[in-house]
């Protein structure tokens, strides 16, 4: 099994808190998606004939390019690798970009899975952010999605804003509860080196939400979605059973991926591949970078991942990929945390327990590997 990711890097104006890699130059668009085309048809043996399961077009924003463009991309990836019949494809998009068209068209090519940018349903805070659309726009896109057939529907939200009182976050919550969408994504606002919004608080202009508060949102947040009948699979993550991201989950479960486009990285199992975060580059024909990985530093991701996910690290696999040393170093290092309540260790699993989420830095911190 396998998972193709593609970057979409455009988009109209930049957020204040992005750190992923974007662009504005939006006249270049049909170079991209033809240089996209051109390097899925080049490293079709990437997967090594592996099924694919999953398809993600992130971004960036996906939903600013030609529908056409969008199903030109869809149909290489059908005619170039083995995709599985009932493969999740998911879209990114904007609210104000999502017309009832738009979405029709997309369900026909194959676009089974929506993620909508939504981040909050406050208008003055899509504005502190610098986002295009309103909270209406948002409320409006997630009901043309239904009716133009999606029924498998994510939105992202983002909590924890400069001065925000624990009612505005309650306000998002049940809003988003009551759009009846099948996944959310919540996010602590992260304040990302050259980003404006860091900008902002190195100056002083604005200053970061309490550290208590932002724990009490979180757990508003798990709270009023486990009511609703959300499943907390992973940190950040909550989903309808049965509805969580195969795509993502992907990435927890050290699944390979390809990833296609600037500033994409992809993984084969053993190591990592990347493209510079440059359109001009890519567009020109850069060169795929690689970055080997260490035994010790998969340990590492293997752990963190693991431990980000409901299902947690199954010890036996830890043994069979990294051998007893390493099981055991980690098992020594997180007796503390099991002493206290942080970990669990039920046959043969080790997960986070409620209270561990909270501190969950700390403790997968500990057991990284320090050489």
């Known amino acids: 099994m396998a998972g193709i990711y593609v970057h979409i890097p455009f988009c109209k104006s930049r957020c204040a808190y992005c750190g992923f890699f974007s662009t504005t130059s939006l006249e270049k668009r049909r170079s991209y998606v033809d240089t996209v085309i051109k390097e899925l048809n080049a490293r079709k043996a990437f997967l090594g004939g592996r099924d ?23 149909s290489s990836i059908y005619n170039i690798y083995n995709v599985r019949e009932g493969a999740e494809v998911t879209l990114e998009g904007n609210p104000d970009d999502l017309s009832y068209e ?73 809003k988003a509860v009551s759009l009846q969408v099948q996944h959310v994504s919540a996010y602590s606002l992260m304040y990302e080196e050259g980003t404006l919004l860091n900008s902002m608080l190195e100056s002083g202009v604005i200053s970061e939400v309490d550290e208590e508060l932002s724990l ?19 940190l950040s993550n909550f989903a309808l059973p049965g509805m969580e991201s195969r795509h993502n989950s992907g990435y927890w479960q050290d699944v390979p991926y390809l990833g296609v486009g600037a ?14 975060n440059s359109l001009e580059e890519y567009i020109a024909g850069s060169e795929l970078a690689m970055e080997e990985l260490t035994d010790k530093e998969r ?16 010890l036996e696999r830890l043994e069979q990929l990294f051998g007893v040393e390493l099981k055991d ?26 209270s561990g989420l909270f501190i969950s830095n700390d403790v997968m911190s500990d057991l990284m590997w320090v050489d």
């Open 52 to 74: 694919v399961d999953t398809v993600y077009l992130g971004g960036g924003t996906p939903s600013l390019l030609a529908v056409e463009d969008i199903g030109e991309i869809l």
């Open 102 to 174: 738009l979405l029709k068209e997309l369900k026909r090519m194959g676009v089974n899975r929506l993620s909508i940018g939504v981040q909050t349903f406050d208008d003055a805070r899509l504005k502190f952010l610098n986002r295009r659309h309103t909270s209406a726009q948002a409320i409006e896109a997630v009901d043309k999605a239904k009716r133009a057939g999606f029924d498998n529907i994510s939105i992202d939200l983002m909590f924890g804003f400069p001065q925000q009182a624990m009612e505005g976050w309650l306000a998002d919550v049940e």
């Open 216 to 234: 009490s949102m979180y757990e508003l947040l798990i709270d009023k979605l486990n009511e609703a009948g959300f499943h907390h699979y992973e």
């Open 263 to 276: 500033g994409a990285h992809s993984y084969d199992g053993v190591n990592r591949y990347f493209h510079v």
């Open 299 to 314: 340990y590492c991701e293997f752990v963190f991942t693991g431990l980000r996910t409901s299902e947690g690290i199954r």
């Open 329 to 354: 170093y980690c098992l020594y290092n997180a007796k503390k945390h099991i002493d206290r309540g942080h970990l669990i260790v039920q046959e043969g699993v080790m997960r986070l327990s409620r």
